[in-house]
C-alpha cells in the first residue's frame, strides 16, 4: 500500500476590492484591449471592471478603463468622438490595410507635402466608408476576420461617419503623419487606405495612437509598467471619479426629500426642482445631492428631463438611501 502524495498548499484567494472609479491608461502597442483591462483588474483587485470600446493591438494610447459603478456609463464612451494621431505608409497596399497584413501591391509616390495637404480636405466631414474586411463587424453572426482569414470576401453596405478635423502633422515621404477626430464607427486604417487611392499611389497605416475620447485626453493617463511599479495604496491616485465620463451632461442637484424618491427609482416633477442651467433638450443629465445633508453633494446617477419630468434612468447603487 502506497502513501498518496501531500498535496501542495493552495495559495490564499486575493480578496477582490469594490472600487468605483475610471482609469486613463496609456495602453501599449502589441497588447490587446482585454488583456490591458486583465492586468490592470488585477493589479486593483477590483471585481468589476470594463474597457470603452477595443483599441487594436497594433494601437497605443488612451484606454479609459471603468471599474464597479462606473461600468453603467461606459456606452457613453463607446459613442463618444475619438482622436487619433497616425501614420501611414504610401506607395504600399496591404490585406489588412495595415502594418500587420501582406503586401498587396507596391507603387512609386509622385506626390508632394501639397499634394498631401489637398487630399487630406477631400475627407473632411461626413464621409462613407466601407468597413474592412478584417474587422469584428459581423455578417449572418460570423465576424467579417473569419471571411477574410478564409480567402473570402463578403459584399459590405457603406457606412457614414464624420471626420470633425483632419491635420497634417508630419510629412516624410513615403511617410504621413496626420491627427484625426472623428465619430464612433471610424476606421482610421480605411481612412489611410482611401486618402493613399486619392493620392493615386495607395496606402496602409502603419502607427496609430489614440490621443482622445470624448473630453478625456493622455495627459492624466498612466501606463500598466507605472502601476505595476507602484505600491498597492499607491495606484488609486490615478483614479478619476464615476462622474469623469458624464462630464459633458448638465447637472442637477436635488434636496434630501427628492434625492430620497429619485433613489427609488420615482420620477420628479421638474418645477418642484431647484435646476441651474438648462437641461432640457439635453439627452441626459447627472444627478447629484444637495451639498448640505446626508448625501454630501455625491453622485446619485443620470437622468432623463423630458414633457416636465425627470425620470432616472442609472442610479449609482453605492449612494445611501
Not at 253 to 260: G, I, K, P, Y
Request: glycine share 8%; charged share 25%; net charge neutral.
Amino acid at each position: 500500500m502506497t502513501n498518496a502524495s501531500p498535496t501542495a498548499p493552495q495559495r490564499p484567494r486575493v480578496p477582490r476590492r469594490a472600487l468605483d472609479g475610471v482609469l486613463l491608461l496609456d495602453k501599449p502597442v502589441g497588447l490587446s484591449s482585454n488583456d490591458a483591462l486583465i492586468r490592470a483588474k488585477r493589479l486593483y483587485q477590483a471585481k468589476k471592471a470594463g474597457h470603452t470600446g477595443t483599441l487594436d493591438p497594433l494601437a497605443s494610447g488612451l484606454l479609459p478603463l471603468c471599474f464597479g459603478e462606473a461600468t453603467k456609463f461606459s456606452q457613453d464612451l463607446l459613442d463618444a468622438d475619438k482622436t487619433y494621431e497616425a501614420t501611414m505608409r504610401l506607395g504600399v497596399t496591404t490585406t489588412t490595410g495595415d502594418a500587420e497584413g501582406e503586401v498587396l501591391r507596391t507603387r512609386d509616390v509622385h506626390c508632394d507635402d501639397a499634394g498631401v495637404a489637398a487630399a487630406l480636405t477631400q475627407f473632411c466631414g461626413e464621409i462613407v466608408q466601407i468597413p474592412p474586411m478584417y474587422s469584428a463587424l459581423k455578417r449572418d453572426g460570423k465576424p467579417l476576420y473569419e471571411y477574410a482569414r478564409a480567402g473570402q470576401t463578403v459584399e459590405r453596405e457603406g457606412r457614414r461617419v464624420t471626420i470633425h478635423a483632419l491635420e497634417l502633422i508630419a510629412c516624410a515621404l513615403p511617410d504621413v503623419t496626420f491627427r484625426v477626430t472623428c465619430s464612433k464607427g471610424t476606421y482610421v486604417r480605411t481612412l489611410a487606405e482611401d486618402i493613399g487611392a486619392a493620392l493615386g499611389c495607395g496606402a496602409h497605416l502603419i502607427a496609430l495612437r489614440r490621443t482622445g475620447v470624448g473630453v478625456l485626453t493622455l495627459e492624466h493617463a498612466v501606463t500598466l509598467d507605472a502601476l505595476s511599479d507602484a505600491a498597492d495604496g499607491d495606484r488609486d491616485r490615478w483614479l478619476q471619479p464615476v462622474d469623469a465620463l458624464l462630464s459633458t451632461f448638465p447637472a442637477v442637484h436635488l434636496d434630501d426629500e427628492a434625492t430620497r424618491r429619485f433613489l427609488h427609482g420615482q420620477r420628479l416633477r421638474l418645477a418642484d426642482l431647484s435646476i441651474s442651467g438648462d437641461v432640457l433638450g439635453a439627452p441626459r443629465v447627472r444627478v447629484y445631492a444637495a451639498y448640505e445633508g446626508p448625501h454630501e453633494g455625491r453622485l446619485l446617477g443620470v437622468a432623463k428631463a423630458a414633457d416636465g419630468v425627470l425620470a432616472p434612468d442609472r442610479l449609482v447603487v453605492t449612494a445611501p438611501t
